[in-house]
């Protein structure tokens, strides 16, 4: 038996079965996995970086996890659609108090930007525009994005 970053592995019949060596490692190695993965939030992108994070489907774990949930934020000026090569912050969700009062994140306040698009529908726009052209040009998804908000509909690029 090998051990390596608090994974254990035995051989039976020639495969490598690898588990956890204890309880206390495999909970260490789940945690490191989850930070490497909510590690696309709090930072600022180009749009088709991000769009690239998304089409790869980095931005969420296997099963539904709140602490993967974000908001992408940005300067609005340009009427709140997305452009080429525009930064854009990914960040924590909005919060609401009691009376529905909306908590921007501070991150959010400081730099002056406002809500643009909430993950989930980010992540619906980018995955129907693959499902239907698997070699989607940023643009086009852009496109498809800028379509949505202001249509509340998804736009058929077949």
């Not at 490191?32 to 992108?45: N, Q």
């Not at 609401?96 to 306040?109: C, N, S």
């Not at 940023?138 to 690029?157: A, G, M, Q, R, S």
Request: proline content about 3%; some cysteine; hydrophobic content about 30%.
């Amino acid at each position: 038996m090998s051990t390596t970053r608090g994974l254990a592995a035995t051989r039976t019949g020639g495969r490598e079965k690898w588990a956890a060596a204890s309880p206390e490692d495999w909970e260490n190695s789940i945690n490191r996995m989850l930070s490497k993965m909510t590690a696309f939030k709090h930072k600022i992108y180009k749009i088709e970086n991000f769009i690239d994070i998304v089409k790869n489907k980095q931005d969420r774990p296997f099963s539904y996890d709140p602490d993967f949930n974000y908001n992408i934020y940005g300067d609005d000026r340009s009427g709140g659609d997305f452009h080429s090569n525009m930064d854009i912050y990914v960040g924590d969700t909005v919060e609401f108090t009691d009376d529905g009062e909306e908590i921007y994140p501070d991150a959010v306040l400081s730099q002056g930007l406002s809500f643009l698009y909430s993950c989930e529908n980010f992540q619906a726009v980018v995955d129907l525009a693959l499902s239907q052209d698997s070699g989607v040009s940023h643009e086009k998804i852009i496109e498809c994005l800028n379509y949505y908000n202001e249509y509340d509909d998804f736009l058929d690029i077949n």
